[in-house]
């Protein structure tokens, strides 16, 4: 069987920034098992495997190299990227129906951009293996859904962290948490934050570009600095930039994220 597959990068201002996810096109889906496989071969943050429902309706699941998860900003951005230049070319809005439900992505001038929740935090007490884990001590800890959040006061101390992955899989080992995202006010850029999720034996550790954690930065940050539309700095060695803006649709508020997408692979794996 022999399955076109795409490598991009997602939030990147220019090719080689940004974070790289493959994607994958099916006919119909395959076993799980031959999934997971697939993205444990292509060994990058994640897999999005994409399966056409009609014009424009997209079925999508995303998987890193150990694991399947439930939602993924930068694989769907690189999904919608795909579709848009080689499959629908014509249509300007995607919907996709995942696991967290459906997603929508509009073109909007050269930026795509994703329709996502927006998740709430709750605040926690900090332990000597967060303060381990992430190389500094935050002023506030939260957190929300698989992830942990730390506040620091500056810049500065985010960008200077340097992590102990040996630490955070001591923190996330056992439970259903995956990573740490420590973030603070913006110099130049809003807000600012990185993300530290290694996974047992692979080399992933800090993730260069995270979509989904802004389901969670972003109304936590409206909140703390009083505007809905603000520009965010992912401060990993790659660096990524993220189009922000805190909605409300029908009652729920809605974290939209918008980003820029780099092409640079394209073939066929055979399986």
Known sequence: MKIPIYQVDAFASSRFKGNPAAVC???SWLDDSLLQL????????ETAFVKKRSVGQYELRWFTPSFEISLCGHATLAASYVIFQHVDGEQEVIHFFTKSGELIVTQEGGRLVM????YEVEPINTTQTMIAGLGGTPREMFQSGINYYAIFDSEHEVRSLTPNFAAILDLIRGNQFIGIVPTARGE????????FAPEEGTNMGEDPVTGSIHSVLIPYWADRLGKTKMHAYQASERGGELFCELIERDGFKRSIIGGVVQPYLEGIIEV
Request: glycine share 0%; aromatic share 18%.
């Open 38 to 45: 697939i993205a444990t071969e292509n060994n990058l943050s």
């Open 25 to 27: 096109l099916l006919e």
């Open 188 to 195: 130049e850029y809003d807000f600012v934050s990185r993300y």
């Open 115 to 118: 329709d996502f929740p927006s």
